[in-house]
């Protein structure tokens, strides 16, 4: 069966704290995707970074960075220098190549950046 | 640009209304999602189309139909709906409907049924 798990359900920090996001994963899939996703409280879904399992390279974006370790099954999103304005919940999402379009989403991560 | 439209923002009915939910993205992506999210939840899918025919029904109640009339157009119809249907209601699209294809989602519907 295939799961994500975001065990973090909400986190508070102060304005320019660093702060890392969890995500574990399980499937018994070797090709698969992994996604992350910010919902800020207007709503809208904003697509952060798409991963596939043979790319274990970690990736930075601005203050955004991501850690891909296939061998703990973890894909971690850290913020650095946090800022009010990335306030809202963070989703993780695995798909596979099985035939299915569906995403596997996590339950979600809010961050509270307080000022 | 990776827009994806969605009218209304809000939308209050009653049990007996017919009500529909439109969605539009101008990206040129073949492959349109529904999806149904609760508050506190992850979103949930409920329909998928590939190349403007429903390609994924997840067992969704038949109150809810949905329409994909172009490539561009995405329709959602409501009818008899019960209070638990209230929820943000996000359309998406993607370029592929295949692996690992990345969805990228309209800023939702909020649906207060009354």
């Known amino acids: 069966a295939q799961k994500v798990t975001q065990a973090q359900t909400e986190i508070s920090v102060v304005e320019k704290e660093d702060v890392t996001l969890d995500c574990v994963y399980e499937t018994r899939d070797t090709t698969y995707y992994l996604f992350w996703y910010k919902q800020p409280p207007s709503g809208e879904l904003v697509f952060l970074i798409r991963?596939?399992?043979?790319?274990?390279q970690n990736e930075i974006s601005g203050r955004y960075s991501w850690n891909f370790q296939k061998s703990t099954s973890s894909f971690n999103f850290t913020i650095t220098a946090s800022q009010v304005v990335d306030s809202a919940v963070y989703f993780c999402?695995?798909?596979?190549?099985?035939?299915?379009?569906?995403?596997?989403f996590g339950t979600g991560t809010r961050l509270k950046v307080l000022a | 640009d990776t827009e994806v439209t969605q009218t209304p923002k809000h939308l209050v009915m009653g049990m007996t209304n017919k009500k529909s939910l439109k969605c539009e993205q101008h990206m040129g992506h073949r492959a349109m999602y529904w999806y149904k999210q609760k508050a506190k939840k992850p979103p949930e899918l409920m329909f998928v189309?590939?190349?403007?025919?429903?390609?994924i029904n997840e067992s969704v109640p038949s109150r809810f139909s949905p329409e994909c009339p172009n490539s561009s157009l995405l329709n959602l119809h409501l009818h008899a709906l019960q209070p638990e249907d209230s929820a943000l209601y996000l359309c998406a699209s993607g370029r592929l409907a295949g692996e690992g294809d990345t969805q990228y989602f309209g800023p939702g519907t909020r649906l207060t049924v009354l």
């Open positions: 189309y590939s190349y403007e025919k429903l390609s």
């Open positions: 999402a695995l798909t596979l190549t099985s035939g299915t379009y569906k995403y596997i």
């Open positions: 991963r596939n399992s043979f790319d274990e």
